[in-house]
């Protein structure tokens, strides 16, 4: 279970990654964005609150709300 669990985060922040760096200049600095996307998917995975929602709707939220702070940081950045 640990092993699925696991490669879940894993292919998750992968995602979220590939995302974020489709939209930054090259060299941007993604490491903040990863260990944010981490906790919050993370927290997500393990919660056992009743949801309103699909899942991936949840996800797909957070990784949309991060790749737009990651390009709004990376565009005043470079002013």
Do not use: C, F, N
């Not at 200049?25 to 056992?48: F, R």
């Not at 899942?55 to 709004?72: E, F, K, N, P």
């Amino acid at each position: 279970m640990r092993a699925v669990y696991l490669g879940l985060l894993q292919w998750l922040e992968d995602l979220l990654l590939r995302a974020v760096s489709a939209r930054l200049p090259e060299g941007a600095d993604t490491d903040p964005i990863v260990d944010t996307a981490h906790v919050l998917l993370e927290g997500m995975l393990i919660s056992v609150r009743p949801l309103d929602r699909p899942v991936g709707d949840l996800i797909d939220m957070v990784i949309d709300a991060l790749v737009a702070t990651a390009v709004a940081k990376s565009a005043a950045r470079l002013g």
